[in-house]
Structure formats: structure tokens, C-alpha cells
């Protein structure tokens, strides 16, 4: 596999945690852009968020997207990178984007209380407006949808793969 694999999808949804486990069964290097994005800033998500606001956070996100020039990785993609047409599209020249699809219930049950995890949405947007607005911009942009329900991470994974490689035999 010469391209990259982006996993985009909801806070809580696996994507560090399942993008490690790719990385490992694929042979790629793994990158987080959360933890790019705070080393950028030199802040955590959060504190980005409440500094500065929702959007000063979309666009570092944006930025240090567009600056991501490599081959061969699982990339990990905070969940409000596809509030950027500019940086999805150039994700999708270098590699397969896949969306991990949980519904909102788990969000809750695996978030809880997500004041503290630097979720890019507006002051006045609740959890369940955030979930339906990302819902349609992640199945937009995706090149595979996988059902998370009923997986742990591991099948999850499992379900990557053979995703993936549906999607090679299929080109």
C-alpha cells in the first residue's frame, strides 16, 4: 500500500485508537493531527478553544492539514476536519479517507461530559446538532463508511482492512 488510509468520524468514534491498530496489521507510520495541532500551537485543543474560539481551532486544523506532505501513514484527523473542503481534498489526493460511524449514543457513553476534549462546534450547538451537521460531511467526503456498532476495536479494524481491500481489488 503506497498511500495514505484518514480515518475521519466523531470524537470518540476510535479514530487514534483503531488508527494505531491499522498502522501495526498495515505496516504504516501513524499520525495524529490533534497532537499536531497542539504542537503547532503550543496549547491543547481546549485551550485553543477557549482562548481563541471554535474557528481559530478549525483553522490551525486547516493549516496544519494543508502542510502535511507525507506517504504511507494512518492519519488520524480531528473530527472537524471536514469542516475543509481545501484540506480533505488534499488528504484525499495522498491516500483513502475512511469514517468510522458510530451513532450518537456511543459519542455520549464513550465522550461523557466533552467539555474538556476541544471539540470544535459553536457556542450555542448542541451535541446532537453537532453529530447530525458532521454526520453529512463525513459521508460526503468518505471513500468507505464502516459501521462501528457492535465492533471493538480490533473488529473494527478487522473491518478496515477488509474494506480496503474490497476497495483495491475493485480498482
Do not use: W
Not at 3 to 11: K, Q, R, T
Not at 41 to 69: F, M, N
Not at 155 to 167: H, I, N, P, T
Amino acid at each position: 500500500m503506497s498511500s495514505n488510509v484518514v480515518l475521519i468520524g466523531m470524537p470518540g468514534s476510535g479514530k487514534s485508537t483503531v488508527g494505531v491498530l491499522l498502522a501495526k496489521r498495515l505496516g504504516l507510520g501513524f499520525i495524529d493531527t490533534d497532537l499536531l495541532i497542539q504542537e503547532e500551537a503550543g496549547r491543547t485543543l481546549q485551550e485553543i478553544v477557549d482562548g481563541d474560539g471554535y474557528q481559530a481551532l478549525r483553522r490551525i486544523e486547516e493549516q496544519v492539514l494543508l502542510k502535511l506532505d507525507v506517504q504511507r501513514q494512518v492519519i488520524s484527523t480531528g473530527g472537524s476536519a471536514v469542516y475543509s473542503e481545501p484540506a480533505m481534498a488534499h488528504l484525499k489526493t495522498g491516500g483513502v479517507v475512511v469514517f468510522l460511524d458510530i451513532p450518537l449514543e456511543v459519542v455520549l457513553e464513550r465522550i461523557g461530559d466533552y467539555s474538556g476534549r476541544g471539540i470544535s462546534r459553536r457556542p450555542d450547538q448542541s451535541l446532537e446538532e453537532l453529530f447530525a451537521e458532521r454526520f453529512e460531511l463525513y459521508s460526503h467526503v468518505a471513500d468507505i463508511a464502516i459501521d462501528c456498532v457492535g465492533r471493538n476495536q480490533e473488529g473494527v479494524c478487522d473491518a478496515v482492512l477488509a474494506a480496503l481491500a474490497r476497495a483495491r481489488e475493485a480498482r
